[in-house]
Every structure is written in structure tokens, then in C-alpha cells.
């Protein structure tokens, strides 16, 4: 049976090990620490950062595929690698696209994929420039290294410029996208060529952090739906993405636009899990590995997944027998983490035919769970 | 969060860490072995063995709870450890009726549950003796140990009773039940006393061994399906069963009658973990955790499982490319055991409307897994 090295001990390592378990696949991750996420769940565990070829050369060794649970190596390290015979995927050249937010939207537009406008940053007069021919506000980001909203600003003036400006980043500067909803179509490819798009979902974001995905998203038309779908594998297939391909898009009057990338499971599929015959873990690992995708249908009209945020209380197990009780149906997934405040620690799945009533259930689990004040007052501190 | 220890390192503790994973739970096996089922995909792995007590108690230190991967742990091993305060769930006195079928014959014979008519075997004289009241053939089983078929013979004569008595094992005989097929009933309970039970499923042997197992039963009666739940949970409540409880049935023209018991995950469960939304083995550790019990509905009308059984060839991976090709829905589950032929390996399972056309997939990928030769004769060998 092959082995799957994944770089990366969070908690999108962490779920794929079950997937691995199934398939008999040897997941071995690259962890900083002993106490990671995913370290904790795997018997083969190296202990290494991904910033030291050295390490990752090391842990390389004897894998027949290395994978990401982040994007956060350097481009260099995997082309070093790749230059060795090492099977990266998805490989540099790709993942590229998810690790500079510039180079993605150069070679998006020049694709013809739909795209705000958007321009390098440089001096304050850049994002002034831009905004003169847009209007404010304008959205200024980090070219590397965003996640969760961080390396994200939203900028009203050119001295709130100026102040993101002085922190020495690189920076892009992006029109204002007027949307209705986030959605995120989510794709795997396959080294011979072979797709698979799951059902399009909506993602709610809260100050930056995705608190639900709802699968598939609610009222979506047909053509909508399939436009953005079409649009991921063709992204997928003309940037050489092998493995999982997340395309987080703004629904607009118009039709969707591309907002972020990502190559790995990702959070907008985490109801998959649950709610389909093939979760996106299972995908990941099929589609590096080379073997035919599997069925990316639902088992119920709707899934609902509910991003569980820590609370001021570090021990949230003695809540799981509230939820449970309160709710049999809940699928709780906890990464393992330490409970820090405002930090992603879990996420609930419910799935069935009352959109209301799940989207009610998945919101009661993640409060209690983060502080069941939130749900009884009378039991909040 | 909780620790649980599973002593044995076979597929069920395998399995069960998939489930631990999702709950944030930390799984510890005793493994006999580095290369054990389970050893190869848990963090926290102990080597040692279930027969003896200075191994089990090394391993139950830190546990809040320990339960069984099998049956096999002697009884005054389990008696030891709960009288030095470990928590063994299912407990020692409920476990014996798993271990010992005579002392289960007993038992449920005394409760008033439906079970062959029975004796205990010291002599030849009592085979004979039991099958001029009840007809030949008669079933001698040894009372503790046996599985997969292993530890039963139909003996149709007195000379076939003296060869197996001749062996020395620990007998004892059964009438031979006229059964139109066989039925496993699962239910979980908790020690607060919570019980849940899935639908009632059909398992079809061949050679003693589960081959396939349709979910829900076809055909059965509601009342024939509410009595053997009802069933199953009353023994699980009578006998202060702690976890899971199959019930393994003869169906009967007058209704069921109690083949077996385990107290463990079972195959006759292995469909739950793609067709239910609770797996049989996150119900055993709510179950052990006194967590309340999960959902046991179904997400499709119905789900096959498929027994893998080992061939000639050891390498069964490349024949996942046939398998997931032929069949994107179908769900591979491999135990990462060595391949020998007519060992369990793996099981798949397939969900859906068309129970003919799911079994006939089921079928399938249970055969080419095993050996090409089995479904393209051209292909074999």
C-alpha cells in the first residue's frame, strides 16, 4: 500500500487520516510538534518545519506522494524536491496560484476567468491610484500568507493605506466586490486528467472566519451553479492542479467571481464528511495516489456544517453530552487543538431536509459549545 | 478529553479510531504487535498481550475507560482490574456471556429468551443422548473461543461426535434450528441505561463465514424487526451489557430465536459507518463514555456490505483502480492486515435504492479484490 506524506499536522491532516485508514493508505505527516493536531492521530508521525528542505527532504523519504495540509511551504523547497524525484502534488508550478495571491490573479485574468480588478501595491499612491478609477473602498491584501482574514484590510482612505503600507508587506490592492453571498465550488483532479466537482455551497463568513457552509447553497439556479463548477475544473485543469481544488467565488448581479484558491481539503468541504458518500478527505488522497474519484453526491437534501470557535472555557468535552442528548443527529468533529478564544477548534455537521431547522441545530451545537451562555443566558457566567 | 483503551489491535479498535479521531477522543490499543491492524494507524500504541494481567494493567493505567477489541481477555483478568478500580466496559459479568456460550445458553434460557434447546458435552453418551431426544444432525460447539465457523460442527452420527469430543475442548451441543436466514440485531446501551438500536440486518455466511450483510433485513416484518430490537435491547439491560451488543439470530417460521452475542463492534455493523450517520463505532464510545447515544437512521433505503476475503495475491491495491473506476459510490474499507487467502481483509460497502443492483456491486468488488479470475475469467490466472 503507498505512502502518503502530508506536510502539514493541523487539522485537515488529521481528517485525512481517517480517509487513510479506509483506503489501508499509510498517511505519514510532517508535524512542528508532538501535541499538533494531527500528530496526535497518526502512528507515523516526523517531527520537522516545513521552512527546512532539510527536514522535508528527510521526511520525504520513502513517500510515494507528499501533499499539503497548508500553503504555506516555500515554492522553492518544493521545487527543490520535485528536482530530486520527490512526487509533489499538487506540484510548485500550481500551487503557486495558492500561495501569491498576484501571480493567481495575472494568470487568472489572463485565463478569462471573471476576477475583480486589481493591481500591485507598491507606495500609498498605488492604492490610491486604483481606488481614484474603482472608488472607495478598496480591498488591500497581503500577497502571501492571508488566511481567516488576516492579511486583509479594507481600506477607506489613503491614510488607512498609508498605515498598511508601513508594515512592509507585499501588498495587492483589489476592487470592492458587491456580491450577495460567498459561495465555494470545490473540485478534485486526478494526474491523468480525470474531474470531479462537488455540489456547489454557500459559505457565511463572520469578521473574515467562515462560521457556516451551507451544501448545496440554498436557491443557487441550475446555470448558476454549474458556470461556477465548470469554472473550477477549468481553473483545475489549465493551472495543472492535482489533488483538491477549493474556489471560494462572490455570487454577483452577474454571475460569480473568483475570490480566493486553495489546493487541499478545505474548510467548505468539511460537510462532506457526513454528507456525502466521498468526503473530501478520501478525494484528496485518491486523486494524488492517481486512483479513479469517487461519488461526490449527498446523502440528504441539505448538510450544514458549523465552524466551532473556542471559548473562554478550555474543556469543552463535559458539553458534548448536552449536544448529543439535545441533538442525536449531530456530527461533532473536534481537531484536537487547544481551546483558545475566537480559535477554529472543531465543526458540527447535521444533515436532512429542513434547511431552517439544520442551520438552527448546527448554530445551537457551535455556541453551546463555544459557551453554552450564548444559548441559555441564565447559564452564562 | 477522555482516553479510551481498546485491548486488542485488530480492525474494530481500526475502525474505532476513526471514530475517536472525529470526537477528539484518545484511542489506546494493546497491540500484540507493531504491524497490527490497528497499531499501524494509532498514535498511542501499546505492545503487549491480553493474556497477561501485569500487560493489561500497564495499559489500563491512564485509561478512564478500557474495553475490547475481541473477547479473548480471560475473565479473572477483567475481575483483577475492575477490583483495582479500572472501568472495563463491557464489565467482566456481562462480558462471560460473550465468552462462554454455555453460561449465555443458561442465562437467556433463564430470562425466557428464545434459544435452541442445549446441553453441556462431557462424553460422547451426552451427544447421543441430546440428539435421540432432538434428531440428528446436532450442533457441538466448543464453548469459548470460537469464531468465523471455527469451533462448530454439524455432527450427524455418534462416531463424528467421538472425534470432536476426542479433541478435549470444552463442549456443548445444540439442536440444529431450521432457519429460513439469519438476522443480526445491534443495539448499544450506556451505563446510565440508554440503549439505541439500528435496524435489523440480514447476514448471509457461507462456510461459517459473513459474506454479506443487507441493511436493513429485506422483507422483514416491522414485527418481526421491533421483536428482535426489543430483544436485543432486553438482553443488553439484563445482562448490564456496557457498550455495544450484537444479537445474532436465527429467522425462524415462528420468529427469532438467539444464535450468538458479542459485545463489541461487529461485522453484522461494519454497513453503519457509511450508511447511518452514527458508525457502530462511535455508538461504542459514546456508549463506554456514557455519552448519549447517536442517530441510528439510515441514508439510503438500503446498504450492502461485502466481506473482502483474501486471495492468492498479497497486493490488493492495484486492483482498487478496476474497483473505484467500475464503481465511484462503492466505499473500500481495508484493514491493513496481511493478505492470506480466506482471511477477512477489508469489507466494501455500497448504499442506495436498487438492493439487486447494490448487491450485485457489493458482489463485485468483493470478488475482483480477491482475484480478477473471479468475475473476468479471461483475466485469471
Redesign the interface.
Known amino acids: 500500500?503507498?505512502v502518503v506524506g502530508m506536510v502539514g499536522g493541523g487539522q485537515l491532516a488529521?481528517?485525512t487520516?481517517?480517509a487513510?485508514?479506509?483506503?489501508?493508505v499509510?498517511l505519514r505527516v510532517l508535524a512542528e510538534n508532538p501535541a499538533d493536531s494531527a500528530?496526535?492521530?497518526?502512528?507515523d508521525?516526523r517531527i520537522g518545519t516545513h521552512t527546512s528542505l532539510e527536514d522535508l527532504r528527510a521526511f520525504a523519504e520513502g513517500c510515494d506522494v507528499v501533499t499539503w495540509d497548508h500553503e504555506h511551504v516555500p515554492g522553492e523547497h518544493i521545487r527543490a524536491l520535485e528536482a530530486e524525484g520527490v512526487v509533489c502534488l499538487p506540484g510548485s508550478a500550481a500551487l503557486l496560484h495558492a500561495q501569491d495571491k498576484l501571480v493567481m490573479r495575472e494568470r487568472l485574468s489572463a485565463l478569462g476567468a471573471p476576477c475583480p480588478d486589481f493591481a500591485a501595491v507598491h507606495t500609498v499612491d498605488d492604492v490610491t491610484r486604483f481606488a481614484e478609477k474603482h472608488g472607495w473602498p478598496v480591498v488591500v491584501k497581503a500577497v502571501r500568507g492571508g488566511y481567516d482574514g488576516k492579511g486583509v484590510w479594507i481600506v477607506r482612505a489613503p491614510e488607512e493605506a498609508a498605515e498598511v503600507v508601513a508594515s512592509g508587506t507585499a501588498l495587492m490592492v483589489e476592487e470592492c466586490v458587491d456580491f450577495r453571498r460567498e459561495l465555494a465550488a470545490l473540485v478534485a483532479r486526478s494526474p491523468h486528467g480525470q474531474g470531479a466537482a462537488y455540489p456547489v455551497v454557500e459559505t457565511v463568513q463572520q469578521d473574515g472566519i467562515c462560521v457556516e457552509v451551507v451544501a448545496p447553497a440554498e436557491g443557487l439556479s441550475e446555470d448558476t451553479a454549474a458556470e461556477a463548477q465548470r469554472l473550477a475544473l477549468q481553473i483545475a485543469d489549465q493551472l495543472g492542479v492535482v489533488g483538491l481544488l477549493a474556489v471560494e467565488l462572490f455570487e454577483t448581479e452577474d454571475g460569480v467571481i473568483v475570490n480566493e484558491l486553495a489546493m487541499r481539503p478545505h474548510n467548505s468541504g468539511h460537510w462532506t464528511?457526513?454528507g456525502s458518500?466521498?468526503s473530501q478527505f478520501e478525494q484528496h488522497l485518491?486523486a494524488v495516489l492517481d486512483?479513479?474519484?469517487?461519488?461526490t453526491?449527498t446523502?440528504?437534501p441539505w448538510t450544514v456544517m458549523g465552524n466551532l470557535l473556542g471559548g473562554d472555557d478550555p474543556d469543552l468535552?463535559p458539553r458534548?453530552?448536552h449536544c448529543?442528548?439535545h441533538d442525536?443527529?449531530l456530527?461533532?468533529?473536534?481537531?484536537?487543538k487547544e481551546v483558545r478564544p475566537g480559535r477554529k477548534i472543531?465543526h458540527v455537521n447535521v444533515?436532512g431536509d429542513d434547511l431552517p431547522r439544520l442551520r438552527a441545530r448546527a448554530e445551537h451545537a457551535s455556541l453551546y459549545l463555544r459557551d453554552p451562555g450564548l444559548v441559555y443566558p441564565e447559564e452564562g457566567k
Open positions: 500500500m503507498p488529521r481528517m487520516q481517517q487513510a485508514i479506509a483506503l489501508g499509510r500528530a496526535t492521530v497518526c502512528a508521525v464528511t457526513d458518500p466521498t485518491r486512483l479513479p474519484l469517487g461519488d453526491g446523502h440528504s468535552y458534548y453530552e448529543m442528548a442525536p443527529g456530527k461533532i468533529h473536534f481537531y484536537g472543531g444533515m
